[in-house]
């Protein structure tokens, strides 16, 4: 079993800043690609950013330059931080990894989530 573990969501004005964290534990073997995930209300899904293992990272064009993933592979833990934060900013944030966790005589990579934190940012 895999558990993810967000935190740092939280209410701020625009143009303030917050740290998201995701700190994943339980069977896992190896951590491949890690991100966050944001859903405002009415709204589908979107990738916010991503980070391989190899810390090669992607950004969506409506954070680049505000928003920072970063991840510490010795803590299993993944970073999001956010600056310049805009009232669009608004929605909950979803951690999502790649992990390959050991099953039986082999391994198995499968999509984890976390349950989500809420970041609100107010003009």
């Known amino acids: 079993q895999v558990q993810l573990v967000e935190s740092g969501g939280g209410s701020v004005q625009a143009g303030g800043s917050l740290r998201l964290s995701c700190v994943a534990s339980g069977s896992i073997f190896r951590i491949n690609s890690m991100g966050w995930y944001r859903q405002a209300p009415g709204k589908q899904r979107e990738l916010v950013a991503s980070?391989?293992?190899?810390?090669?990272?992607n950004y969506a064009d409506s954070v680049k330059g505000r928003f920072t993933i970063s991840r510490d592979n010795a803590k299993s833990t993944v970073y999001l931080h956010m600056n310049n934060l805009k009232p669009e900013d608004t929605a909950v944030y979803y951690c999502?990894?790649?992990?390959?966790?050991?099953?039986?005589?082999?391994?198995?990579?499968?999509?984890?989530w976390g349950q989500g934190t809420q970041v609100t940012v107010s003009s």
């Open positions: 999502n990894t790649h992990i390959t966790t050991a099953q039986g005589m082999g391994f198995m990579t499968d999509d984890y």
């Open positions: 980070i391989t293992r190899g810390s090669s990272t």
